[in-house]
Nanobody, 125 residues
Framework: QVQVVESGGGLVQAGDSLRLSCVVSGRAFSTYMMGWFRQAPGKEREFVSAINWSGRLIDYADFVKGRFTISRDDAKNTVYLQMNSLKPEDTAVYYC??????????????????WGQGTQVTVSS
């Protein structure tokens, strides 16, 4: 069973930055597509960003383009989400997700195989 553990959330003010980390267990991390999603209270889980196994394919939701950056460190089995210029509407629980195999970047939650427990990000105005 693959374990996925997020960290780095917290309470910040608008305009601040946070870096989320996600550590994945096992030896196959370098073959995984990794995604970040978020879910605000009363809303559906939505796509934030994804990176393929090689790091050459990256996608962002329109509402984070230019502010968030996804990256991966295969030596540490870790994917990061650098979040800059945070806004109150970025407040949500952020989830890291693992998709096995290769292919096009996935933006739908059902396309991912393993999930972390989430980390809360709260941005005050």
């Amino acid at each position: 069973q693959v374990q996925v553990v997020e960290s780095g959330g917290g309470l910040v003010q608008a305009g601040d930055s946070l870096r989320l980390s996600c550590v994945v267990s096992g030896r196959a991390f370098s073959t995984y597509m990794m995604g970040w999603f978020r879910q605000a209270p009363g809303k559906e889980r939505e796509f934030v960003s994804a990176i393929n196994w090689s790091g050459r394919l990256i996608d962002y939701a329109d509402f984070v383009k230019g502010r968030f950056t996804i990256s991966r460190d295969d030596a540490k089995n870790t994917v990061y989400l650098q979040m800059n210029s945070l806004k109150p509407e970025d407040t949500a629980v952020y989830y890291c997700a693992v998709r096995r195999g290769y292919g096009e970047l996935a933006t739908i939650p059902l396309e991912y195989d393993y999930w972390g427990q989430g980390t809360q990000v709260t941005v005050s105005s």
